[in-house]
């Protein structure tokens, strides 16, 4: 159990790192990007701003989603690509529809998802609220 905790917990760290570098890293090119959409789009420039922002967004949390789900492959608490990365989809957005779960062993690491996705989508939306401030 102990084990399972120190690999969510690395995780959820890897996560977080990524998610931080990501978000920052798109902070520092989103002038440059509102200036190339406002002469692409002009009138609409700010919708387009926010919708880079919003594919951003989900590519960072598709990120997150593969790292997650190819741990499960690599601990072997889920067989196959496409069951992992469905497995962690579910959790990590917590839906937890349960056609797929875990073995006893490794139960733990679901709900550990569950609060990473759940820490990173209110990271996520507050991230959205700010550019959709800073676009007005």
């Given at each position: 159990?102990?084990?399972?905790?120190?690999?969510?917990s690395l995780l959820i760290v890897i996560n977080v790192a990524i998610q931080a570098e990501m978000f920052g890293a798109f902070n520092k090119r989103l002038e440059q990007i509102t200036v190339f959409?406002?002469?692409?789009f002009r009138r609409f420039a700010n919708t387009a701003t926010l919708i880079v922002g919003v594919l951003f967004?989900?590519?960072?949390?598709t990120v997150q989603i593969w790292i997650w789900a190819i741990?499960?492959?690599?601990?072997?608490?889920?067989?196959?690509?496409?069951?992992?990365?469905?497995?962690?989809?579910v959790s990590f957005t917590t839906l937890g529809f349960g056609d797929i779960t875990l073995d006893?062993?490794?139960?733990?690491?679901?709900?550990?998802t569950a609060a990473n996705g759940f820490l990173s989508f209110g990271w996520s939306t507050a991230?959205?609220?700010?550019?959709?401030?800073?676009t007005a």
């Open positions: 159990m102990i084990a399972h905790l120190a690999l969510g959409l406002r002469r692409r967004v989900l590519m960072v949390i741990s499960f492959m690599l601990t072997g608490a889920v067989a196959g690509l496409e069951p992992a990365l469905y497995f962690t989809t006893p062993d490794w139960r733990l690491l679901s709900g550990i991230y959205m609220v700010e550019l959709v401030r800073r």
